[in-house]
T-cell receptor, first 116, second 116 residues
Framework: DAGVIQSPRHEVTEMGQEVTLRCKPISGHNSLFWYRQTMMRGLELLIYFNNNVPIDDSGMPEDRFSAKMPNASFSTLKIQPSEPRDSAVYFC??????????????FGDGTRLSIL | AQTVTQSQPEMSVQEAETVTLSCTYDTSESDYYLFWYKQPPSRQMILVIRQEAYKQQNATENRFSVNFQKAAKSFSLKISDSQLGDAAMYFCAYRSRGGGADGLTFGKGTHLIIQP
């Protein structure tokens, strides 16, 4: 079975450019999460979707960040304009969710983003 | 808000020996889930083991087991018969049960070194 698929695996771009990260969750999973991993702050939840609807975006650092989930099999995280401090590994995860679900989250391989 | 603390930035163990990784958490909730994830140099986030707070019995998965002390808010991971492939970063994570807060709160991680 295919796991969570993220693209690209690596992205290097110059500050000020728009960056779009992509995620395909596991088929049948209805919850999708975006996390960011940095040395300073560790792993942080950015935003969480349930049934394609954003439930909690309190972790989105600022207005330069936006996320969408137009359908059950695709999500994007966009940064515009990008800044060097956005450099991090961005993970997408999915699960069979719902308030009382005991199912774990399955992670993609992450996108390593470097903003020069 | 919940917090997760891993007080050991790095641990080292001889191959075939047993090692215990510590994790404590702070929450006012009575029902929740706890997880240990492994992150090898390949960057994948791999679920190792999970525990539901309402279950008194400690979870076990082959060589991996936990010591869950709910009153003390402690959730340690024991790895028996350590193998070279166990070398990785290990993250403890907390998830609420219910209330729509399905995102994971992670500790800062413990770097586990296996010495041959």
């Amino acid at each position: 079975d295919a796991g969570v698929i993220q693209s690209p695996r690596h992205e290097v771009t110059e500050m000020g450019q728009e960056v779009t990260l992509r995620c395909k969750p596991i088929s049948g999973h209805n919850s999708l999460f975006w996390y960011r991993q940095t040395m300073m702050r560790g792993l942080e939840l950015l935003i969480y979707f349930n049934n394609n609807v954003p439930i909690d975006d309190s972790g989105m650092p600022e207005d330069r960040f936006s996320a969408k989930m137009p359908n059950a099999s695709f999500s994007t995280l966009k940064i515009q304009p990008s800044e060097p401090r956005d450099s991090a590994v961005y993970f997408c995860a999915s699960s069979i969710g719902g308030q009382y679900s005991n199912q774990p989250q399955h992670f993609g391989d992450g996108t390593r983003l470097s903003i020069l | 808000a919940q917090t997760v603390t891993q007080s050991q930035p790095e641990m080292s163990v001889q191959e075939a020996e047993t090692v215990t990784l510590s994790c404590t958490y702070d929450t006012s909730e009575s029902d929740y889930y706890l997880f240990w994830y492994k992150q090898p140099p390949s960057r994948q986030m791999i679920l190792v083991i999970r525990q539901e707070a309402y279950k008194q019995q400690n979870a076990t998965e082959n060589r991996f087991s936990v010591n869950f002390q709910k009153a003390a808010k402690s959730f340690s991971l024991k790895i028996s018969d350590s193998q070279l492939g166990d070398a990785a970063m290990y993250f403890c994570a907390y998830r609420s049960r219910g209330g729509g807060a399905d995102g994971l709160t992670f500790g800062k991680g413990t770097h586990l070194i296996i010495q041959p």
